[in-house]
């Protein structure tokens, strides 16, 4: 069984390799989710009201990561608002 620690190595060789840095690599994720919304003919107003309060989380995900090291309240926090995310994208779609 793996843990969220195993997954570190991979998102680390990510922002090193690819981006260069965690705030290049939250914008590259935001960038391609409003990519993906607008190929779905998502209006662009609505991908927008989509994005903000995405790069909202990923500006505390980084706060709540210099301040404390709590991972797995980072990670029940990313799994909701992945699944909250989920259900308005496939209702918006469908």
């Known amino acids: 069984m793996t843990n969220f620690e195993d997954l570190s190595?991979?998102?680390?060789?990510?922002?090193?390799?690819?981006?260069?840095?965690?705030?290049?690599?939250?914008?590259?994720?935001?960038?391609?989710?409003?990519?993906?919304m607008l190929a779905r003919n998502i209006e662009i107003r609505y991908a927008i009201?989509?994005?903000?309060?995405l790069m909202g989380f990923f500006v505390v995900i980084?706060?709540?990561?210099?301040?404390?090291?709590?991972?797995?309240?980072?990670?029940?926090?990313l799994i909701i608002v992945s699944l909250i995310y989920g259900t308005a994208v496939v209702t918006l779609t469908s």
């Open 9 to 36: 190595i991979i998102i680390d060789n990510i922002v090193q390799y690819l981006t260069g840095s965690f705030e290049a690599t939250g914008l590259l994720i935001c960038f391609i989710f409003l990519v993906i």
């Open 49 to 53: 009201t989509f994005l903000m309060p």
């Open 62 to 77: 980084g706060w709540f990561g210099q301040v404390t090291n709590n991972q797995w309240i980072i990670n029940i926090l």
